[in-house]
């Protein structure tokens, strides 16, 4: 069974940074593609940043690039999202998704598995 586990969410104050983490397991982690998505009250899921199955090419909104950076670690079943310079904005529940189609693709109906979130609030 797939499972995605994100951590590393929680309440910081603008300006700040985190670091969300996703654990992958149940599936061949290195074949996958991974995005990360969010999702803020009243809102549509809105696609963050999405990293290739080697992590070669990386792809991010334009409201996130330059500040969020994501990477993987196949070795290890695991793709981050390091976020600096937080803006109010950024305030939602973030969620890790896996593709099968291995490319750092946008829309979320590419991807296959989904985690359940985590909540990152940030303050003024």
């Known amino acids: 069974q797939v499972q995605l586990v994100e951590s590393g969410g929680g309440l910081v104050q603008a300006g700040g940074s985190l670091r969300l983490s996703c654990a992958a397991s149940g599936l061949t982690f290195s074949t996958y593609s991974m995005g990360w998505f969010r999702q803020a009250p009243g809102k549509e899921r809105e696609f963050v940043a999405a990293i290739s199955w080697g992590g070669g090419t990386t792809n991010y909104s334009g409201s996130v690039k330059g500040r969020f950076t994501i990477s993987r670690d196949n070795a290890k079943n695991t793709v981050s999202l390091q976020m600096n310079s937080l803006k109010l904005e950024d305030t939602a529940v973030y969620s890790c998704?896996?593709?099968?189609?291995?490319?750092?693709?946008?829309?979320?109906?590419?991807?296959?598995?989904w985690g359940q979130g985590t909540q990152v609030t940030v303050s003024s």
């Open positions: 998704a896996a593709s099968k189609s291995r490319l750092a693709r946008v829309a979320a109906y590419v991807y296959d598995y």
